[in-house]
């Protein structure tokens, strides 16, 4: 049970962070860069599709993606806070205290993101399928945020 509770709030974990991390980097970046924004998706449906045909035996292959895809994030973040570093000046009080929350935000589910990363690096055999599973439908529900995103910019 404390298992199942545990898989549910890594999903959920997850979903937010990605959500959260197109919504804020599509809200740094003007709303015409479309080449980017797909370029993000293939990106994640490559990561996603790597993972579910990876089994137990090729552990380190998925992790090796996982760590790709969190210093792809770590760029994107630093990226972002440099855009906002440099609007500083002429953003008003709400938008200085907004973009610094998200950026908080962001910095702290990037730590729980790598806590995930380190626990996938201890998955026991029998769990691998339950950790892909969880990662798979954490991607689709991620695919139609994206999706979501993309269409109200």
């Known amino acids: ?44 449906e490559e990561a996603a599709e790597a993972i579910r045909n990876y089994s137990v035996d090729q552990r380190d292959e998925a992790l090796k993606k996982a760590k790709v895809a969190l210093d792809d994030l770590d760029d994107r973040i ?4 440099t855009r906002i570093n440099n609007k500083w000046d002429r953003m008003d009080q709400l938008a200085r205290k907004k973009a610094t929350a998200a950026l908080a935000a962001l910095r702290k589910q990037r730590n729980e993101a790598a806590e995930w990363y380190g626990g996938l ?3 026991s055999n029998n769990a691998w399928e339950d950790v892909k599973k969880g990662f798979l439908n954490s991607y689709h529900e991620l695919r139609e ?9």
């Open 1 to 44: 049970m404390k298992n199942n509770a545990l898989k549910n709030i890594n999903l959920l974990f997850i979903t937010a962070l990605f959500a959260t991390i197109v919504s804020v980097s599509f809200a740094a970046q003007p709303s015409t860069d479309k080449a980017t924004a797909k370029a993000v998706k293939e990106k994640i």
């Open 121 to 123: 690096k201890h998955a």
């Open 145 to 153: 945020r994206f999706d979501k995103v993309q269409n109200e910019l």
């Open 78 to 81: 630093d990226t972002m806070e």
